[in-house]
């Protein structure tokens, strides 16, 4: 078994172990569902042996079925044994070993996104419960991080709006505290009316910049994902600062 094929079947495991039968998804943005991706592969994960004494380069026909990477008697060129991400095994040549390979690369790497969306998850559902307001706004940076990663680029820039609007309403660490005299003392959220700039991360605004540049998106379509996306939070999750009010801080920022 080569290398990545030990790594998809050691997180194919950890998922299907630790995380399949607990993911409940809660959070809006999460996909795709790792469950449709397991059940995929559990229904798949036989391998067809389709090896055949045949070089892949010449095309003669060898004296035994290659087991590992074996050197042709009659043209000198490599074989080598790959199994595709669908499970059958094959005798291969080092460009169809190297497409393969990518292959179980970028499944790999899926399969990470996944995982650490799954856990991302979860710790979102416990900070919100919690009223973890501050850790909360960090996991929503961390996802952003991973759209970015998987090329959603627009969910990943919307997802950072997010996290600014969410900057400027200056998220605080509850710690589970729900006695309403408490909150008084505590709230939730406590911008900073005197300085709403000031809230803002330097290092969010500079990829939010590096994506807007890259989508070549104007102020207004700016305005318009930051909106739409933010009246939702605002809502949800009774923000003191409008959406309206923080654009108008943001837009001088970017
Ligand atoms: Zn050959």
Not at 130 to 158: C, F, H, P
Request: proline share 5%; aromatic share 8%.
């Amino acid at each position: 078994m080569g290398f990545l094929e030990k790594l998809f079947k050691f997180f194919f495991r950890v998922a299907k172990n630790n995380v399949a039968e607990k993911f409940k998804g809660s959070m809006e943005n999460v996909q795709p569902p790792a469950q449709e991706i397991l059940d995929k592969e559990l229904e798949q994960i036989k391998i067809k042996d389709e090896r055949k004494a045949e070089c892949p380069n010449c095309h003669k026909i060898l004296p035994k079925i290659p087991g590992a990477k074996t050197k042709c008697q009659y043209c000198g060129e490599f074989m080598f044994v790959r199994t595709r991400p669908n499970h059958v095994r094959l005798v291969v040549s080092k460009d169809e070993a190297d497409k393969i390979d990518e292959e179980w690369s970028a499944i790999n790497e899926t399969f990470n996104n996944d995982v650490d969306k799954i856990s991302l998850n979860r710790q979102l559902a416990t900070h919100s419960v919690n009223g973890d307001w501050g850790l909360y706004r960090n996991d929503r940076s961390s996802l952003a991080g991973i759209l970015a990663k998987e090329m959603r680029t627009e969910a990943s820039l919307q997802t950072y709006l997010e996290v600014c609007y969410l900057d400027l309403n200056e998220p605080n660490n509850l710690g589970g505290i729900d006695n309403p005299e408490l909150l008084k003392k505590h709230p939730p959220f406590s911008p900073n009316f005197d300085s709403l700039s000031s809230s803002l991360a330097p290092g969010i605004l500079d990829l939010v910049r590096r994506i807007t540049l890259k989508l070549n998106l104007s102020k207004n379509r700016i305005k318009q994902i930051f909106i739409e996306h933010n009246t939702v939070v605002e809502k949800n999750l009774r923000l003191p600062l409008s959406a309206e009010k923080a654009w108008q801080v943001l837009e001088k920022e970017l």
